[in-house]
T-cell receptor, first 118, second 115 residues
């Protein structure tokens, strides 16, 4: 069975600090996708990134970066120079890959609440 | 146009009453999903659809049924609501313009309270 663990329930930082959100996953599939979603206080779910199991390159998007390591089954998310607007709950998710069909059954972690204070 | 809407956005009901939540999309996405979000559990898949009249169960389907008679609408029904079904319900879509790359695009959510 697939499983996603986000051991950090809540993290508090002061603005401009760097913060890393951990995600560890379990799957028997050799082909799978990993995702990060953001849920700000307003409640909507915002897609941040998708990574497939064949692509272990790290990705950077502005202040956001992701580190995917198959050897440790981890897909960690780092926010550099955090801002108050980064305050949200962040979810990591995993799905088996129905290649290029668009169909995904996502398994979510329990989320990490990030509080960034001024 | 938001692309995906949910109605109602908030509902309070009593134990034992039937409740139907609606998810409506305007972008002709093939796949639709219903999740519930609860503290300490993240989001869990209830049911999903891979086409008109084609649906299947997810991880937490007991007490729920779904129907999809048109591409654009995916209904979630609680036949007899219980307090354990108090939750925030999210609809999601994939396989189309709003979610072209295997990710899912989520609706705004429905907060359901069962008294």
């Amino acid at each position: 069975a697939q499983k996603v663990t986000q051991a950090q329930t809540e993290i508090s930082v002061v603005e401009k600090e760097d913060v890393t959100l951990d995600c560890v996953y379990e799957t028997r599939d050799t082909t799978y996708y990993l995702f990060w979603y953001k849920q700000p206080p307003s409640g909507e779910l915002v897609f941040l990134i998708r990574r497939n199991s064949f692509d272990e390159q790290n990705e950077i998007s502005g202040r956001y970066s992701w580190n995917f390591q198959k050897s440790t089954s981890s897909f960690n998310f780092t926010i550099t120079a955090s801002q108050v607007v980064d305050s949200a709950v962040y979810f990591c998710a995993l799905s088996e890959a129905k290649v290029n069909t668009g169909f995904q059954k996502l398994v979510f972690g329990t989320g990490t609440r990030l509080l960034v204070s001024p | 146009d938001a692309g995906i809407t949910q109605s109602p956005r908030h509902k309070v009901t009593e134990t034992g009453t039937p409740v139907t939540l609606r998810c409506h999309q305007t972008e002709n996405h093939r796949y639709m999903y219903w999740y519930r979000q609860d503290p300490g559990h993240g989001l869990r898949l209830i049911h999903y659809s891979y086409g008109v009249k084609d649906t299947d169960k997810g991880e937490v389907s007991d007490g729920y049924s779904v129907s999809r008679s048109k591409t654009e609408d995916f209904l979630l029904t609680l036949e007899s609501a219980t307090s354990s079904q108090t939750s925030v319900y999210f609809c999601a879509i994939s396989g189309g313009r709003l979610a072209p790359g295997n990710e899912q695009f989520f609706g705004p959510g429905t907060r359901l309270t069962v008294l």
